[in-house]
């Protein structure tokens, strides 16, 4: 009997050794690491540069009111300085700002002559502008989509040269409303660069006084800009890292709305002799669509796009 309890015991324990030898390890558990989420809230300061080309539209007394358009062009540079606000909302991380800049730069030329009694020339420049804006946009990650808007200010010049007379010069500070947008884009640690486009309304002025002989002269000035800038974040996030690159891969298509301004050089007179030099600046509205296709090797995107526009500039 005793030889029998014996056995059974080491039968059992046999069976309760081979069936726990049968049972599957449990993995080690690693805890995933945190992962930053990119937050664009905080000041920051940079440069930008970029060129632009402008509209100055003048009624004068002397040529019988006719409408003359002149469209000063050049390059600029400057800074800027801002602060960011991050929220969350159903659409996404929303990004509010405000942003202040002032550029320095050379917006002249496109001067009209006007044969009449004596021949007249007009001139226009801008040598710097600013504004102060507000700034609202959805942010993916570290890429933020935004449009802005708000006050523009500036110098502005505007000369009228008559054969036999002289010249009439008037030199202000101009001040009006700027609307735009804009994409940024974080570049690494706390830098980031940025492509926008501004269009400026510099306001009208009324009853500019030029002579003697008495004259009036009634100017308006518009400006459209583009630039890429430059910030350094105080305090932002340098060290996120994406998770998954973005594929820009495939084909795309959509559509895009804009203003415009045209500048279209003209000579009106005999072949031979004096006549009228004055240019034609088309602008307003135009809207369209686009289609094209990306291909992508690593973070660069290389593509074709092709578009459609129709438009109301006219002039």
């Known amino acids: 009997m ?4 014996l056995a059974s015991a080491a039968l059992i324990g046999t069976a309760v050794t081979a069936q726990a030898a049968d049972m599957a390890m449990k993995a080690p558990y690693y805890k995933a690491p945190v992962v930053a989420v990119y937050n664009w809230t905080g000041f920051y300061m940079g440069v930008n540069a970029g060129a632009g080309i402008g509209r100055d539209r003048i009624l004068h007394s ?7 358009y002149r469209s000063p062009q050049g390059g600029f540079g ?34 009209a002559n006007v044969a009449g009694i004596s021949q007249t020339s007009y001139s226009t420049s801008s040598d710097w502008f600013g504004t102060v804006r507000g700034r609202v946009g959805l942010a993916t990650g570290p890429v933020l989509s935004y449009v802005t808007g708000g006050f ?15 010249t009439f010069t008037q030199d202000r500070t101009a001040t009006g409303w700027t609307v735009g947008s804009g994409v940024e884009a974080a570049l690494g640690g706390n830098w980031t ?17 030029f002579g003697p002989p008495a004259q009036l002269a009634n100017t308006e000035l518009r400006a459209n800009i583009c630039r890429v800038g430059l910030n350094y974040r105080i305090g932002g996030n340098s060290t996120y890292t994406p998770v998954v690159a973005a594929n820009w891969a495939g084909w795309y298509l959509g559509g895009n709305v804009g203003s415009g301004t045209g500048r279209n050089r003209t000579y009106l007179g ?9 240019s034609l600046n088309p602008d307003g509205i135009n809207g369209g669509g686009q289609i094209g296709y990306n291909w992508q090797a690593a973070n660069w995107v290389y593509g074709i796009e092709t578009d459609i526009q129709a438009s109301s500039r006219t002039r």
Do not use: C, H, M
């Open 2 to 5: 005793k030889r029998i309890l």
């Open 193 to 209: 660069g940025k492509l926008e486009y501004l269009y400026l309304n510099l306001g009208n002025r009324t009853g500019e006084s």
């Open 152 to 166: 523009a200010y500036g110098n502005f010049k505007s000369s009228i040269t008559e054969a036999g007379v002289g």
């Open 270 to 278: 005999p072949v031979a002799g004096p006549g009228e030099q004055f």
């Open 78 to 111: 400057g800074v800027q300085a801002g602060w960011n606000w991050q929220a969350d909302s159903l659409l996404g991380p929303i990004v509010y700002g405000i942003e202040a800049d002032i550029q320095g730069g050379n917006l002249s030329g496109g001067g």
């Open 62 to 68: 002397y040529t019988g009111n006719d409408s003359i």
